[in-house]
């Protein structure tokens, strides 16, 4: 037989009877590996921010007592 894919079935589902059924082959979901790299991306983006920020005031703070 072809294998011929439904349009009318969303992902992780198939077509049976005319109907759109959850395909039952247990896929792997990468999702919880992906939530982690997220997370660890806004850390790291975060204390970057924070950094740039501390660097900043620090030097405004150099250039004011400078000033007197």
Known sequence: GVCVLDQRCGPGTVLKDDVCVLDSTPK????????????????????VVAGIIGIILALMGKASKSKD
Request: hydrophobic share 55%; net charge positive; glycine share 10%.
């Open 28 to 47: 792997k979901s990468a999702a919880p590996q992906a939530l982690g790299k997220e997370l660890v991306y806004g850390f790291v983006a975060a204390f």
